[in-house]
T-cell receptor, first 115, second 113 residues
Framework: DQQVKQNSPSLSVQEGRISILNCDYT??????FLWYKKYPAEGPTFLIS?????DKNEDGRFTVFLNKSAKHLSLHIVPSQPGDSAVYFC??????????????FGKGTLLTVNP | GAGVSQSPSNKVTEKGKDVELRCDPI?????LYWYRQSLGQGLEFLIY????????KSGLPSDRFSAERTGGSVSTLTIQRTQQEDSAVYLC???????????FGEGSRLTVL
């Protein structure tokens, strides 16, 4: 039972264009969402987060959008750069049973930005 | 170092052997997590430590898995009688209490033959 789904295993975009990575979740108790980025042979690194009280959070080239009614969030990267090529994981946590610290991760999307 | 340190980085073992994986969290981080990533899968929660509280072991897949955290710092994940399905990258992370912004180590890649 996958509670966090990233349906696109991979995405390829041209340098300078927008990258849009999507994530869907099923658990309505989730109220905090994060994106992590992972390079090969490294651990994931935190990128950006959003609380369920917001529908948008922006940090430089990265913006996360949250649509609670659709249980959907997306990460936009504008403009995309070759160094953004990595696996992006969507993660969620909630107050279900007090486990607001336990992140549930999707399977990841491999982003390739072509020069 | 300034980051989360894990050892060994790679471990190859035979089915049935015990293994220990070590994690040194970032100094001052009170929360410590173990996750694992099997091939083609997302990160699977295993166990969580927060200060002196009882750990949340709800993600451990079987009683062959155990973990401890000594002195509120270093943690060891032990897998007894390893099976081939235990092959994965085991990731440790730490954070300042319950922020959700986890700092991950590079992981320990376990291969069970």
């Amino acid at each position: 039972d996958q509670q966090v789904k990233q349906n696109s295993p991979s995405l390829s975009v041209q340098e300078g264009r927008i990258s849009i990575l999507n994530c869907d979740y099923t658990n309505s108790m989730f109220d905090y969402f994060l994106w992590y980025k992972k390079y090969p042979a490294e651990g994931p690194t935190f990128l950006i987060s959003i609380s369920s009280i917001k529908d948008k959070n922006e940090d430089g080239r990265f913006t996360v959008f949250l649509n609670k009614s659709a249980k959907h969030l997306s990460l936009h990267i504008v403009p995309s750069q070759p160094g953004d090529s990595a696996v992006y994981f969507c993660a969620a946590s909630g107050h279900s049973g007090g486990s607001n610290y336990k992140l549930t991760f999707g399977k990841g999307t491999l982003l390739t930005v072509n020069p | 170092g300034a980051g989360v340190s894990q050892s060994p980085s790679n471990k190859v073992t035979e089915k049935g052997k015990d293994v220990e994986l070590r994690c040194d969290p970032i100094s001052g981080h009170t929360a410590l997590y173990w996750y694992r990533q099997s091939l083609g899968q997302g990160l699977e929660f295993l166990i969580y430590f927060q200060g002196n509280s009882a750990p949340d072991k709800s993600g451990l897949p079987s009683d062959r898995f155990s973990a401890e955290r000594t002195g509120g710092s270093v943690s060891t994940l032990t897998i007894q009688r390893t099976q081939q399905e235990d092959s994965a990258v085991y990731l440790c992370a730490s954070s300042l209490k319950n922020t959700g912004e986890l700092f991950f180590g590079e992981g320990s890649r376990l291969t069970v033959l």
